[in-house]
């Protein structure tokens, strides 16, 4: 059935000439690799290809190849597009004036002369016979590309491409493998067969790396429990198309900022457990961000590194809180059996079996990471059969990993901020301004909050 999907969006980017690539915010390697190398691939059979993304690029991404293409020009379906082309030509001013319900658009050129025949007119998006998305379980995810411009999803055809469990199959044509580690391992054989359909050679250094790109970060560099035979064998054949493997563990690897070892150092060292439950959390709050003077994209490996610090955890948290005031929740589970999806499906968000994660608003840090842990605490007596008691959080603090983040300090040598680890007693001291809410885990879709909005991040 797969392969016979796969047809279906080879023909259909076969027949379309002007197509829209959409990867999911926020971007990250597997989203941003699948669109510029689908966009590059795409150029290379003539199409008119353009990526629209209004989200910042990362900085350990920005060496993936032609991150420039991507535009964060936004469209609106109702938008009346003039164009003018001023090739050979040097323009000195424009100026738009309103006059009686008219406007009028003066272009002043220093060097040559423009005509009529220089203007042309377009709407805006409809303009697109094909959309594709990539690594996008969710419309929402493209956030205002898509709140803004919703009619364009209804009249141009939309290929859904995708590896996430909680993909709602959006698209004319849902090209969505759940057991694939990264939706880039996908795009791997549609590349290949158009190659071999149109007999060109698709598949070059620029493109075999940003494939690689995204099976590497989505895989932890094949240490998470999606890195499946079939990671290991497509990833093989990147390398022998000339994907450049050591570039990329060398930039999102093995460079660190000093901001991200501060940052890491302020996280490990706010590390809570709860062993009975098999729990490991931690928080970020926009403080830490602003005292290491480091940016919410560089947590990105963090959970990683909680993971790996945990052994015997079976449910790893990482709360964060944003510029905007949200919560965001990273959600990891060291075995199939603990479905991280569930419990990221909670609280209106989504993922995979061992990755998810959702968002919540209108809450402080400090209660949603309550909201939180209270409710894997539930999650995890039902399965684990722990008799239900509902105690305070306890904090251990785990010698081995304070010392790490001293490592990382002293490494750099220039850490002025002093750790300040969460104690109990702080804890105890804040006012609990919300009563605790219990959850139906036999109903998981219940929100717990109204305020919980849905976004998957990992
Ligand atoms: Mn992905």
Known sequence: MTINTQKQVIELIKRSKKILILPSAPLDGDSLGSAISMYLALKKLQKEVTIICSEHIPEVLQFLPNTKVISNRMISSGDFIITIDYKNVKIENIKTEDEDGKINITVTPKEGRLSE???????????????????????????????????????????????????????????????????TEMLLPILEELASDENINLIDEDIATLLLAGIITDTGSFQNANTTPKAFARAAQLISYGARQQEIIQHIYKTKQ??????????????????????VWSAVSRQDFKDTESFEDQTGDIIDELMTNAPGAEVILLLKEKQDGTISASVRTTSPSVDASKIAEAFGGGGHNQAAGFRISDMSL???????????????????????????????DVEGLMNKAKEAEKAQEIIKTSVIPQTIEEQKKAPDKKIKKEFNLKNPKEKPSSGMAYRFED
Request: hydrophobic residues 40%.
């Open 117 to 183: 025949e220089n203007v042309s007119f377009s709407s805006g998006g409809i303009d697109y016979d094909l959309i594709i998305t990539v690594d996008t379980a969710e419309l929402t995810q493209l956030r205002d590309l898509y709140e803004k411009n919703i009619e364009i999803f209804h009249q141009v055809p939309v290929i859904n491409i995708d590896h996430h469990v909680s993909n709602s199959h959006f698209g004319k044509l849902n090209f969505v493998d759940i057991m694939a580690s990264s939706t």
């Open 366 to 396: 400090m209660d949603a990471e309550h909201e939180v842990i209270n409710f894997l605490k539930k999650f995890q007596e039902e399965r684990l059969g722990v008799i239900a008691e509902r105690e305070e959080v306890e904090i251990i």
């Open 258 to 279: 000093l901001s991200q070892l501060k940052l890491w150092g302020r996280v490990l060292s706010k590390i809570q457990i709860d062993e009975k439950h098999r729990i």
